[in-house]
């Protein structure tokens, strides 16, 4: 199949970036998207150009490195699903697809469709940890944890900081990311220590950051590859309420 595709090309965080079109012929509907990509890159170095840049690591939907807005859609058209592992056959024969960078102040380009996505480790820094030593696995399973706590903990886990929920809310807010990281470990009873602080201090990052705030459009739930609820983001401001109150 061919497959025609308008990409965002940008040099540098400074340059004036702008579409370029391509085109990418006898594309297996097997491959994944990013393969899609390798092929165009060879085919540009062949010719002599730059290849485009893009981020990926693992290819298997698990490490929230890979990350585009494809067809204006963060990740793709697939619900559910990573940019790495968006198929061919997903597409059309001759469909034109459009590939952007993550749009966010807080995710400033460093060259065509890679971002800047450091501002999430920085509020992981603020409090997205334990520091109590929890011990080795069969210590941590002698803290009970009741199963409605412990399902949810592991949803909210899952969390793989792509970023795909900041770049499809139109406030460009970092609440669902900043809220699972937050709801997991509140869940939690190695978590419950520092529970007060960690809401303060990581929401007062995200803020100093430059994400916008959340007015509950749910667009980050609805692209969100690992599928987590926006639940999340009122556990969140329950955290915050508590931590703020003097009897909380």
Known sequence: ???????????????????????????????????MLDMLNEQLITQGEVPIEFDHDCREGICGTCGMMINGRAHGPQKRTAACQLYMRHFDEGETVTLEPWRATAFPVIKDLVVDRSAFDRIMMAG???????????????????????DKAFDYA???????????CPNASASLFTAAKISHLALLAQGKPERKQRVVKMTKQMTAEGFGDC??????????PQGISIDAIAQMRREYIRAKLPFG
């Open 1 to 35: 199949m061919k497959i025609n595709l308008k990409v965002w090309r940008q040099s540098d965080p400074l340059a004036v970036g702008g579409f370029v079109n391509y085109s990418v012929e006898a594309v297996e509907p097997d491959l994944s998207f990013l393969e």
């Open 128 to 150: 997205g940890y334990v520091s109590i030593k929890t011990g080795a696995a069969p210590d941590a399973n002698a803290v009970l944890v009741d199963k409605p706590n412990a």
């Open 158 to 168: 899952t969390c793989i900081g792509c970023g795909a929920c900041v770049a499809a």
């Open 215 to 224: 007015s509950n459009h749910g667009e980050c739930q609805s692209v969100c």
